[in-house]
C-alpha cells in the first residue's frame, strides 16, 4: 500500500524547476532582523516531480468519480463534466490574469461574467444576478443578507425570524444564523410538502422570510407554492429558493415566476462543473428588482458604448463575500455548457433527469417502503431501508457500504431527517438505460442478500481500498496531522 | 439528443412503461399548469464543440490583459505554476469526485486533505489544520466568527493594514450577528499602532486579526501584538503569506492562535480572482470550534490505516444552526493545488522561492526609489512587496504602462494618488524589472515636462 | 428493551431524574436514549453554580453524527457535575443511570418531580 507524501521524502529530493538568482543578494538577515526569519526547517516533504505523480496516481484511485460510473448522491446533481469545458477554462487568456486589472483589459472575461449572469436570469426568471458566492453555502448568506438589507431599508428591522421546512438541507438554518436570523421550523405534511397550516401558525410581525427548497429534499415539487409564498408576502417577509435541485426545472418552469424573491443556484450542480472532490463550487445568487439594489459588489455591468465593466454602483450593497470576483474558472464552464446545450438541451436535460429519477424510483419500490407517495417524483426521490433494518437488522448505512462492494457510489443516506433510514437518489440525466438497470439490479440484490446473507450487507465493504472505517476512533484518537516525529524519521 | 444525455425515444418508451406513465408530460403533473413555462427558454442557439473553442478564444484575445508583466498583488500573485500540478487536478478520480461522504470509496481525495492539513500546520507552525475555506478573505473572517465562539466575545479588532478587501469580507460576515468590528491603525510608518490597539482591546475583545506580511508587504514581529491580546484573554488572528513562509519566522512561533491565508500562490493561476482557497490552522484545544471540513487518521475493521471526516458535529449537516460555520462544498481541489505545489516545492524549492521573491522585490525597490521623485511609503522591512509613492498619479501611470506591456503595480488611491504597491515574484527577470524601471521613469520624465 | 429503573422519574426529552432528598437531585439520560444515540464521544457540561429553568438546555451529548442537547427537567442550580465523563464519555452509553450521570443539581421546584413520567409511563413513552 503506498504511504503518504511524507513517506517518500528523502532529503536532498527535489521536484520544482526554478531559474538562478539574476539579481544581486539582499542580507536577510539585515533587511528583515534576524528575529523575523525562519530557524527550523518546515517539515515539507522532499520529492521529485516523478515520485509527487506516481504518489497521487496511487491514492487517486482509491477515489470513486462520476467518470467511472453512477453517482447516485441525492441534491448533489452528479452529472457528467465535459472535458472540453476543462480546456476551455485553462486558456492562457482566460486563466492567467491577474483579478486587479482595469477593466478595459479582460473585456472577453467581463463578457463571459456579464452574459453568464443574463442567461441564468433567463433560466430563472428572475431580474439581477451576482456571480460572487463561491459555494451555495455562500449563496444562501447572500440572499439572506439581501432580505436583511431589504428588511432593514424598509425599516423593518425587528422581523428575525426565518422559516423553512423540516426536510431544509443543513446549510439552511447555518446560512440562517450566520446571517443574524432566527430559524423557525415548519413541519411536512403527509405528502412530503409544506404543511401550510403550520407554516401559516407560525408567521407573524416577526417573520423576515422563508427558505424553500423546490422541487425539495424528497424530490417532490411544492405544488402550493404559490400559495406558500403569497401568505409569506403578506406577512411581509419574503421568500428565499434554495436552487440545489434546479435540475429538474431546466426550461419547465421559473421559480422567478413561482413568487419567489430571490434564488441561489449552483454551477456545480446543475450546469455540469465538476465537484473537485468537494470544491470549488460557484453559487450565484439571481433576485428580482426589489433585492438588486442590495446585491454585493462589485458587479459586472455593461456600459452605454458596449464595453463591461465592474461597478461599485448599487445603493446599499450587502458588502463583499469574498476577495475577488468569484470562482471565475467555474463560471467559464458552465458558461460553456449553456452555449453549447442551447434552449433545447438544457429542457432536454431536465426531462431526462426527471425520466430517469421516475424510472429507478419505478424499479426500486419493489424492495423499498416510499415515505411519501406523492405520485411522481422529480429530478430525485427518498426511499426508506426501515424494512431491511425491522426485519433484517441492516440499516440504510450497511447498504450504502455494501453498494461500494458493487462498484457503485452510495445515495445519499439518513437525509433528509424526517426520513427514517433515508436513502436519497438522484440519477441526473446523464445515465444511460444500462447503466440505471445496473444500479437498480445493485440495490435489489442486496435488498436480497439483506433478507438472506444480512451478514454480507453489515460486514460491507470488502472489494473497497479499506475496510469500514473507524469513526468513533477518528474522534477519540484524534490524529488530523501527520505526527512530526514520523516525518523526522523519514527524513533520517 | 444532445451528446451528454445517453437516453433517447427507445430507451424513453420503454421507461415510461416500467413507471407506468402514458408518456413523459405525466410525470410533469406535480407541476401545476400555471407554472409551466409556455414560451421556450430564450437563450442563444446551441453551438459545436469547434464553434465554442473559436468562441472562448475570441474573448480570450480580448483580454489583452494577458501576456503583460505581471508586478501586481494586492491578494493574488503570478507565481509559478508547475506543470505536473494540473496534471494532478486532472486525474479523474480527484476532480469528478464528490466530497468524500462515503469513506471507504473515497480515499484519494481523504488522504490528499490529510497531507495538505499537516503541510498547511507545519507552514504555519501550528497544531492542526481544515480541509480549506474559500479563500483568504472568507477564511479570515471565519476566524474572526471562531475566536469569538472560543472566547465568547462578540467585538474583534482589525489591522488597518490588513488588505482592505478582506475588511470588506469580514465586514460582510460580522455584520449581522451582533458582532463589532473595530480598525486598528497604523503609524507613519505602517506599523501597527500597538497603543492603540491596547486602548481599543477590552473585556468584550474576542481577537486582532493582523496581516504578516501586511497589505503593504511590510514584516513586522507579531509576538508583541499576541502577548497584547493574550493578556487580555483574547486570540491573534494571523493572515500569513504562505510563500514568505519559506523564509520568514511562522506565527504560531509567535503566539498566533489561528492562522489564514490565501492559497493562490500554491500552485493556482490567478484566473481572474478565483477559485482560489482559503487557509485555516489552529491550536488543537481550539479544534472543535473550527468551521469546515476536517480529516482524521483512523483504522479500519482489519486494523488497515484509512481516512475518514471527522469531528462532522460542528458542521451544517448535523449541527443546523448551531454549526461552527455554514460551509459545505468547499476548495477541495484548489487545496489539493496547494497540497501538490508544497510536496512538489518541498523543503528547499519553497525556501529557493521565497528567497528568489525576496531578493528580487529588494532590487527592484533600490531600483524604483533612485528614480527621480520616487520614494518608499514606509521605511521598514519587506518581502516580496512594497509600496512607494511616484510623482505622478499611480492609477494613470498603471494604465499607460499596460500599452508597454508592464502591469506595474496596484494603485492605492484612497492612501495617496501617487501610492502604487508592487509585488515581485520568482517569475520576475532582472530585464523585466529593469524594464519596468526605465518606462517609469520615461513616464515620470514625459509627465515632468 | 432498554432498561428503566423503576424508582426514577423521566422528562419526555429522555432524561432520568433521582430524588436524593433535601432538595437534591442527580439527572443523567436514559438507556433508551444511549442507545439511540450510539457511542458517544464528547460531551458539553454546565458549570457548576449556573442556574436553569425546567426546559433549558443544561448541555451537549455528541456521537459520530449525532449532536443532542439534553434539558433541565426541574429548574434549578448546578451543584456537581461528572467531570470524569470528559475522558470517557463511553460511561453514559455503558452504565446510563449509574456512572454515566451527568449532573446533580439542586431545587426549590422539588415538587415538580412528581409531574414526571414514571418508570411504568416512561416505558410506554419510550416504545419499549
Not at chain 2, 234 to 240: C, D, I, K, Y
Request: hydrophobic share 40%.
Amino acid at each position: 500500500m503506498s504511504g503518504t507524501i511524507f513517506d517518500h521524502s528523502r532529503p536532498g529530493r527535489e521536484g520544482l524547476s526554478l531559474p538562478e538568482l539574476d539579481v544581486p543578494r539582499t542580507d536577510p538577515a539585515e533587511a528583515l532582523g534576524g528575529e523575523l526569519l525562519r530557524k527550523d526547517g518546515m517539515g515539507l516533504p522532499e520529492v521529485t516531480e516523478s515520485q509527487l505523480m506516481r504518489h497521487y496516481v496511487n491514492i487517486s484511485i482509491k477515489n470513486y468519480n462520476i467518470d467511472r460510473g453512477l453517482y447516485p448522491l441525492g441534491s448533489c446533481t452528479m452529472k457528467y463534466n465535459p472535458k472540453l469545458h476543462e480546456n476551455l477554462a485553462r486558456l492562457p487568456g482566460l486563466s492567467e490574469l491577474h483579478p486587479l486589472l482595469p477593466d478595459g483589459q479582460v473585456q472577453g472575461t467581463l463578457q463571459i461574467m456579464y452574459e453568464l449572469s443574463d442567461l441564468l436570469c433567463r433560466i430563472t426568471g428572475f431580474d439581477a444576478c451576482s456571480l460572487q458566492p463561491a459555494a451555495g453555502a455562500q449563496g444562501e448568506l447572500t440572499g439572506l443578507l439581501l432580505i436583511r438589507s431589504c428588511l432593514e431599508s424598509r425599516g423593518e428591522d425587528h422581523r428575525n425570524q426565518v422559516l423553512m421546512p423540516d426536510s431544509a438541507h443543513g446549510t439552511n438554518p447555518a446560512s440562517c444564523s450566520l446571517a443574524g436570523f432566527e430559524v423557525v421550523s415548519v413541519e411536512s405534511d403527509q405528502h412530503g410538502m409544506v404543511d401550510v397550516d403550520d407554516l401559516r401558525s407560525k408567521l407573524g410581525d416577526r417573520t423576515a422570510g422563508l427558505m424553500l427548497t423546490n422541487p425539495n429534499t424528497l424530490g417532490i415539487f411544492e405544488s402550493k407554492v404559490e400559495e406558500i409564498n403569497g401568505l409569506v408576502h403578506d406577512a411581509g417577509g419574503l421568500v428565499y429558493m434554495d436552487g440545489a435541485n434546479m435540475n429538474a426545472l431546466l426550461g419547465i418552469a421559473l421559480p422567478g415566476a413561482m413568487g419567489f424573491d430571490v434564488c441561489h443556484l449552483n454551477l456545480h450542480k446543475t450546469f455540469s462543473t465538476p465537484h473537485g472532490g468537494g470544491g470549488p463550487g460557484s453559487g450565484p445568487v439571481v433576485c428580482n428588482s426589489l433585492l438588486e439594489p442590495f446585491l454585493p459588489q462589485p458587479r459586472v455591468v455593461k456600459n452605454e458604448d458596449g464595453s463591461y465593466g465592474l461597478s461599485r454602483g448599487g445603493s446599499q450593497p450587502v458588502g463583499r463575500l469574498l476577495a475577488f470576483h468569484g470562482n471565475v474558472g467555474v463560471m467559464y464552464k458552465a458558461y460553456a455548457y449553456v452555449l453549447s446545450l442551447g434552449t433545447r438541451g438544457l429542457e432536454e436535460v431536465s426531462r431526462n433527469a426527471i425520466l430517469n429519477a421516475n424510472y429507478l424510483k419505478a424499479r426500486l419500490t419493489e424492495a423499498f417502503d416510499l415515505p411519501f407517495d406523492s405520485g411522481p417524483c422529480m429530478h430525485e426521490f427518498v426511499v426508506s431501508g426501515s424494512r431491511q433494518k425491522k426485519e433484517h437488522g441492516v440499516r440504510t448505512l450497511d447498504m450504502a457500504k455494501r453498494l461500494l462492494d458493487y462498484g457503485y457510489h452510495a445515495p445519499t443516506v439518513y437525509f433528509p431527517l424526517i426520513v427514517s433510514e433515508a436513502m436519497m437518489v438522484e440519477p441526473t440525466e446523464t445515465e444511460s438505460l444500462e447503466s440505471l438497470d445496473g444500479f437498480a439490479d445493485a440495490l435489489l440484490s442486496i435488498a436480497r442478500e439483506a433478507e438472506e446473507k444480512p451478514h454480507l450487507v453489515t460486514d460491507a465493504p470488502v472489494n473497497t481500498p479499506v475496510l469500514r472505517l473507524d469513526e468513533v476512533r477518528a474522534i477519540k484518537e484524534l490524529c488530523v496531522t501527520e505526527p512530526p516525529s514520523e516525518a523526522g524519521k523519514a527524513n533520517d | 439528443m444532445s451528446r451528454y444525455v445517453p437516453n433517447g425515444e427507445d430507451q424513453h418508451r420503454k421507461m415510461l412503461k416500467t413507471i407506468g406513465a402514458d408518456g413523459f408530460e405525466d410525470l410533469l403533473q406535480p407541476i401545476p399548469e400555471k407554472y409551466r413555462l409556455q414560451e421556450p427558454l430564450d437563450l442563444p442557439p446551441p453551438v459545436s464543440e469547434m464553434e465554442l473553442l473559436e468562441e472562448y478564444r475570441r474573448l480570450a484575445g480580448r483580454n489583452t490583459g494577458h501576456g503583460a508583466v505581471c508586478f501586481a498583488g494586492g491578494g493574488a500573485y503570478d507565481h509559478l505554476v508547475p506543470a505536473v500540478v494540473d496534471h494532478v487536478l486532472l486525474r479523474s478520480e480527484f476532480y469528478t469526485a464528490y466530497t468524500p461522504y462515503q469513506a471507504e470509496a473515497s480515499q484519494g481525495t481523504l488522504q490528499s486533505i490529510f497531507e495538505y492539513q499537516t503541510m498547511v500546520a507545519r507552514l504555519t507552525g501550528m497544531e492542526v489544520a481544515n480541509a480549506s475555506m474559500y479563500d483568504g478573505a472568507s477564511a479570515a473572517a471565519e476566524a474572526a466568527l471562531m475566536a469569538m465562539r472560543i472566547t465568547r466575545r462578540n467585538r474583534v479588532l482589525v489591522a488597518g493594514s490588513l488588505n482592505p478587501a478582506w475588511l470588506e469580507v469580514m465586514r460582510t460576515y460580522l455584520a449581522r450577528g451582533g458582532f463589532e468590528l473595530n480598525e486598528v491603525p497604523f503609524d507613519e510608518d505602517g506599523r501597527l499602532d500597538l497603543k492603540a490597539a491596547a486602548k481599543m482591546r477590552g473585556d468584550d475583545t474576542a481577537a486582532m486579526v493582523v496581516q504578516y506580511p501586511n497589505y503593504f508587504g511590510t514584516v513586522e514581529g507579531i509576538q508583541p501584538m499576541a502577548d497584547l491580546m493574550h493578556e487580555g484573554k483574547a486570540l491573534l488572528v494571523v493572515a500569513a503569506d504562505p510563500v514568505s513562509m519559506g523564509m520568514l519566522r511562522p506565527p504560531g512561533d509567535m503566539g498566533a492562535d489561528v492562522v489564514v491565508g490565501e492559497g493562490q500562490s500554491l500552485g493556482l493561476p490567478l484566473s481572474y480572482g478565483g477559485p482560489y482557497c482559503g487557509f485555516m490552522a489552529g491550536l488543537r484545544k481550539h479544534i472543535r470550534k473550527m468551521p469546515g471540513r476536517i480529516v482524521g487518521r483512523t483504522e479500519d475493521r482489519a486494523g488497515g490505516t484509512g481516512y475518514v471526516m471527522t469531528l462532522q458535529t460542528r458542521e451544517q449537516h448535523i449541527r443546523r444552526e448551531k454549526a461552527t460555520s455554514n460551509i459545505c462544498t468547499n476548495q477541495a481541489l484548489a487545496a489539493l493545488a496547494n497540497a501538490a505545489y508544497l510536496a512538489l516545492a518541498g523543503e528547499t524549492g519553497l525556501r529557493r522561492v521565497a528567497e528568489l521573491c525576496f531578493h528580487k522585490s529588494h532590487y527592484l525597490f533600490d531600483r524604483m526609489v533612485e528614480l527621480p521623485g520616487v520614494e518608499p511609503v514606509f521605511d521598514l522591512p519587506f518581502f516580496g512587496e512594497f509600496l512607494v509613492r511616484l510623482p505622478v498619479p499611480a492609477e494613470e501611470l498603471r494604465n499607460a504602462l499596460l500599452d508597454q506591456g508592464y502591469l506595474a503595480g496596484v494603485p492605492l488611491v484612497e492612501m495617496d494618488e501617487g501610492a502604487l504597491l508592487v509585488a515581485v515574484t520568482e517569475k520576475r527577470t532582472k530585464e523585466e524589472m529593469d524594464g519596468l524601471v526605465d518606462a517609469v521613469r520615461g513616464y515620470i520624465e514625459e509627465a515632468v515636462e | 428493551m432498554s432498561e428503566i429503573p423503576e424508582d426514577l422519574r423521566f422528562a419526555e426529552t429522555h432524561e432520568w431524574v433521582r430524588d436524593d432528598g433535601d432538595g437534591k437531585f442527580t439527572m443523567g439520560i436514559t438507556d433508551h436514549a444511549q442507545s439511540e444515540m450510539g457511542e458517544i464521544v464528547m460531551i458539553e457540561l454546565p458549570s457548576v453554580g449556573d442556574q436553569f429553568d425546567s426546559g433549558d438546555v443544561v448541555g451537549t451529548l455528541e456521537a459520530v453524527k449525532t449532536a443532542a442537547d439534553f434539558y433541565a427537567p426541574l429548574g434549578g442550580k448546578v451543584t456537581e457535575v461528572n467531570e470524569s465523563l470528559e475522558d470517557s464519555p463511553e460511561k453514559i452509553n455503558q452504565d446510563p443511570y449509574g456512572e454515566g450521570w451527568l449532573v446533580s443539581f439542586e431545587s426549590d421546584d422539588g415538587e415538580a418531580v412528581s409531574g414526571l413520567m414514571s418508570a411504568a409511563e416512561y416505558r410506554q413513552h419510550a416504545g419499549d
